[in-house]
């Protein structure tokens, strides 16, 4: 991209990022009289940390939401149905949730607006072991598949077998929730639905297990964002900046992990104390091209209206919601960063 192409949202960036310093140093001195008061800002996960949150806690290691004037707070959910529950209840600022469940909350009248994507496309795979002979989905049939119990992952699969010229009869299916990685390995289920390629395709290859990783939309199903920040609407609109601001930041701080992938690692454990270092190293390797987008030139975290609005028809096609929520009720990029400053 040429440095003319790059101008004005290069200074639209600079001016956020202007703002959110001047932001900071309006405020009141802290104690030694050399700081400032941040605006408080919170931020609810969609589970506990991990690498899909890499750009999150290096962005905060390093001090860019400090920068931004913002107070940052990050939550674990202890319900991961909590996280959508709080945002439309004013209770969180921002929560990390997924494209189909900002649909369904739709759906169901929350006042809830995707603002950026965390992951702009599936992580969410069909997975099964090359030494099981499997040679595709057809060779799935008379099989059992583990699932994590989520309807709308019902429909995925629904979707996937009518590819393949198959229906759910088909198959087994198991709902093993958190446990599709225990069902594969021990031989309860020849396949699993439900498990990231990211996460879960890469502990099987660190235990030498050889799987076969198929992204949901390679099998029939529309693309769509994994994970979404979210924002109730009312208070997005009532006072936007900080939202705008939260956004720079974590611009920042995902492009400071793409580049510094031992870094980003490092504060990924350092966030989560139980997680294995080997595992994770491998896991945030994997998992930092799906943070930086597929349009790594483009506003960071933009959210595509057309596949928005075709993820949408298909789950109204499979009678997940009543009827076509248009794009402009569920998405917004009004609030994304420009390309981050040098």
């Known amino acids: 991209m040429t440095s003319k192409r790059r101008t004005p949202a290069l200074v639209a960036a600079l001016a956020v990022l202007a703002l959110a310093l001047g932001l900071a140093a309006c405020g009141e001195k802290s104690e030694d009289g050399k700081g400032s008061e941040r605006r408080p800002f919170s931020l609810t ?93 057809a060779g799935l049939r008379g099989k059992t598949i583990a699932t994590a119990g ?14 393949a010229g198959m229906k759910p009869t088909d198959v087994r299916t198991v709902n093993v929730g958190f446990s599709l990685l225990p069902a594969l390995v021990g031989g309860s289920a020849q396949a699993m639905l439900g498990g990231f390629r990211n996460v879960e395709g890469v502990d099987l290859r660190l235990r030498g297990k050889a ?20 924002a109730n609407r009312a208070r997005l609109e009532a006072d936007p900046e900080p939202y705008r601001l939260f956004l720079a930041a974590l611009a920042r701080g995902t492009r400071a992990a793409v580049e510094r992938p031992g870094a980003a690692t490092k504060a990924v454990l350092e966030a989560n104390r ?31 209206p057309e596949e928005w609005r075709d993820f949408a028809a298909w789950m109204r096609d499979n009678g997940l919601v009543e009827e076509l929520i248009e794009p402009a009720k569920l998405i917004t990029n009004d609030y994304l960063p420009g390309p981050v400053p040098e």
Request: charged fraction near 25%.
């Open 45 to 137: 996960l969609d589970f506990y940390p991990n690498p899909d949150h890499a750009g999150i806690y290096l962005g905060e290691k390093l001090g860019y939401f400090e920068e931004a004037g913002l107070d940052l707070s990050v939550d674990t959910p202890a319900d991961p149905s909590a996280p959508m529950k709080l945002v439309a209840a004013g209770r969180t600022d921002v929560a990390i949730s997924y494209e189909p469940e900002v649909v369904l909350a739709r759906d169901r009248g929350l006042d809830v607006v995707a603002i950026a994507a965390l992951v702009d496309r599936p992580l969410t795979s069909m997975i099964w072991l090359r030494k099981s002979g499997i040679k595709g989905v």
């Open 274 to 304: 139980d997680l294995e270092p080997r595992l994770t190293a491998a896991e945030v390797k994997a998992t930092l091209p799906f943070l930086a987008g597929r349009d790594p030139d483009g506003p960071y975290g933009r959210l595509s």
């Open 150 to 163: 989520i309807p709308y992952q019902d429909a995925f699969l629904k979707t996937i077998l009518a590819r």
């Open 211 to 230: 799987p076969v990783v198929k992204p949901v939309d390679e099998l029939g199903v529309p693309t769509y964002a994994e994970l979404v920040l979210v």
